[in-house]
């Protein structure tokens, strides 16, 4: 069993930054594949960025060169540096961790890009 437990949202101007974290506890952190999702309001959640187990990323076409997830397998977090932010990247943001059909997420932050 693995609880997730996002925090760092919030509301920002166009252009500015902010960090999320997922807090990891109850499992064998390190194996599980870690994704960050969004849900703005009246459209479907959407993958973001995704690290494997070995560090590996990928990102939406979206984010790509304005995001950057990371992870710290001792601490059993992960992260996503939002930089250059827009108003459609306001939405609430999920933590998702999976491994071998083990499916967890968060509650979810919220994330408000707005002048």
């Known amino acids: 069993q693995v609880q997730l437990v996002e925090s760092g949202g919030g509301l920002v101007q166009p252009g500015g930054s902010l960090r999320l974290s997922c807090a990891a506890s109850?499992?064998?952190?390190?194996?599980?594949?870690m994704h960050w999702y969004r849900q703005a309001p009246g459209k479907q959640r959407e993958l973001v960025a995704i690290i494997t187990s070995e560090g590996s990323t990928n990102y939406a076409d979206s984010v790509k060169g304005r995001f950057t997830m990371s992870r710290d397998n001792f601490k059993k977090m992960v992260y996503l540096q939002m930089n250059s932010l827009k108003p459609e990247d306001t939405a609430v943001y999920y933590c998702?961790?999976?491994?071998?059909?083990?499916?967890?997420w968060g509650k979810g932050t919220l994330v408000t890009v707005s002048s």
């Open positions: 998702r961790g999976t491994y071998h059909g083990m499916d967890y």
């Open positions: 109850g499992s064998i952190f390190s194996i599980y594949a």
